[in-house]
Structures are given as C-alpha cells and as structure tokens.
C-alpha cells in the first residue's frame, strides 16, 4: 500500500546499522516489537515511529508488560484495527491513535443448498481463538444432522488439535479441516451459511472482515475486537465462551428464515468500510502527515 510512493523495508528485526536510512518506522506489535522501537528511539528520537496494536497488545500486555507499555509512550502514532480499540488504551494516549481498518478483496457469495445450514469456523487452534466453545456448541447439536460445522485451522496447540480430531471421529457432522491454502480458505467462507468467529481476543479478525466482503453473515463473540468491526449494535452475537449461546444461535440461524438474511443486510452495510482502497488511502494519509510534522531538517 505504500510502494508507490516511498521506498519499504520489511524486517523482523532493526538495529541502528542496518542498510538505509529509514525516515519513519512502522513497528507491528507493542511487546514483540518493543526491543526495534526502544533502538529506533535511541537512535533517531526525531524521526516518528507509527505503532500498529494486535489484539494481545489491546486486550493484555499493555495492561501488564512494561516493555510493551514503553512502546505505546515511544510511539508516536498509535493504530488500532477495529473502531472500539481506542477505548483499550490510556486516555493521555487517545489523542495520538487512529483507527485503520483492514482489507481485502470482494468476492460474490456463492448459492446456498436449503438442505443443510453450513457454519465454518475458520482459526488455528489455540486458547485466543477459543476452539473449545465450538467444539462444545458442536456436540450439543450432535442431533441436528441439518446443521454441518468445519473448521479451518492448523493444530498450534497439540491438545486442541487431539480434541478437534477426537470430536471429528465421534461426530460426522464435525469436520476439522486442518490447514488450508487462503485461497481456498476464501473459497469456503463464500460457500458457507455463516461464519462462526468465538475467538476470546481479537483486534480485527481478517478472517471476520474476508466473510463481510464475501456477502457471508457472521456469528461472533461479544468482544469489543468483534463488534469494532460488525458494528455495537450487531444482531449475531453471544457472549464469549458461551456455548449454549451459540448453538442456540445456529439453531435459529437453521429454522427461522429471516435471521441469515437480518445478518446478511447489516454485514452488507458494513462491507463498504473494508474495501483496499479505503485502507490504503487511510494508511497513506497517516504516514504522510507523520512526515510532514518530522521534517528532515528537525532530524
């Protein structure tokens, strides 16, 4: 997004030495970042640095890491990715924060058989994404034959991984799919009824932003990395860990006929705000206004 007009370097890692003579940092991530921007700091106090919040940034180091909380008084641009993130932060620290909201591409939804509800849960399995409450959602519909749940995910936790095989053997309408290339990752979230997202922590699940820009509704936990993208006032939601809330929801999802289409007509709504254009023009503004109040000549 910002290769047409000035040059980019990617690393995992800067370190005063390192070739060029960079303008303005970029930092992803306020804990695994911290030891690049305390050096960038260090090295160029003058120079700004634009500092882009995860969701475990959010929702729990800077609450508890120093290095993390550094970070955030070193930057001096804070992003947030969904529009609910700035609530997390230090009301000293508001003013310097802007929300960019992700992107991706538009693709059509795709026809939907009346036979069956499809759900897809698509996140590696670990504690944030909470896997576990679909797992549970899953057996309490183990007699609902119409109603199908996959699950897209490699095993980053071997013991959720264990669980989900487990769960797949014993119930055929669980299907735990593993790890799947993105493009046919997309491909199934066109086709599915509905996309289930019970993550825990999230600063702005690309995965929830690529099923509103695939016309597919979204039932999510009630966090605020969730409702930042889906809107506060959105229909699908339960709240975190509660898997009753969620098969209760898929069921309605299955027997009433308007719910889908409710959910549907308010991720439409939203859809516009994801486009790459929107993203990119956003991102651009921001690093041209930190470079223009850093001129060279105060460096």
Request: net charge positive; with cysteine.
């Amino acid at each position: 997004m910002l290769g047409a007009a000035y040059r980019v370097q990617l690393t995992a890692r800067w370190q005063p030495g390192d070739a060029g003579d960079p303008a303005l940092m970029i930092a992803l991530h306020a804990r695994r970042s911290a030891p690049s921007i305390a050096a960038w700091k260090a090295a160029h106090p003058q120079r700004p640095l634009l500092l882009v919040l995860t969701g475990t940034d959010l929702y729990r180091d800077i609450d508890q890491d120093a290095h993390a909380q550094r970070s955030l008084a070193l930057a001096d641009a804070l992003v947030v990715l969904n529009a609910l993130g700035a609530q997390r932060l230090p009301a000293a620290l508001r003013a310097k924060c802007q929300v960019v909201l992700q992107s991706c591409s538009q693709r059509q939804a795709l026809p939907k058989t009346a036979r069956h509800l499809r759900a897809l849960m698509v996140g590696h399995l670990r504690d944030e994404k909470d896997p576990r409450t679909y797992f549970a959602a899953a057996r309490r519909l183990a007699g609902r034959a119409d109603i199908l749940l996959d699950h897209i995910g490699a095993a980053l936790d071997p013991a959720l991984g264990a669980e989900a095989a487990a769960l797949a053997a014993a119930q055929p309408h669980y299907r735990w799919l593993g790890a799947l290339p993105h493009a046919r990752v997309r491909e199934r979230i066109q086709a599915a009824h509905v996309l289930v997202h019970p993550s825990r922590m999230e600063g702005g699940a690309h995965v929830v932003i690529e099923a509103l820009r695939s016309g597919t509704p979204v039932i999510a936990s009630h966090i605020d990395g969730n409702l930042g993208l889906l809107g506060s006032d959105y229909a699908g939601t339960f709240p975190p860990g509660d898997d009753a809330a969620l098969a209760a929801l898929l069921q309605r999802a299955r027997d009433d006929a308007d719910m889908l289409a409710a959910l549907q007509r308010q991720c439409a709504a939203r859809a516009p705000l994801f486009a790459p254009a929107a993203e990119a023009a956003t991102l651009r503004h921001l690093v041209a206004t930190l470079l223009s109040s850093h001129p060279p000549g105060a460096r």
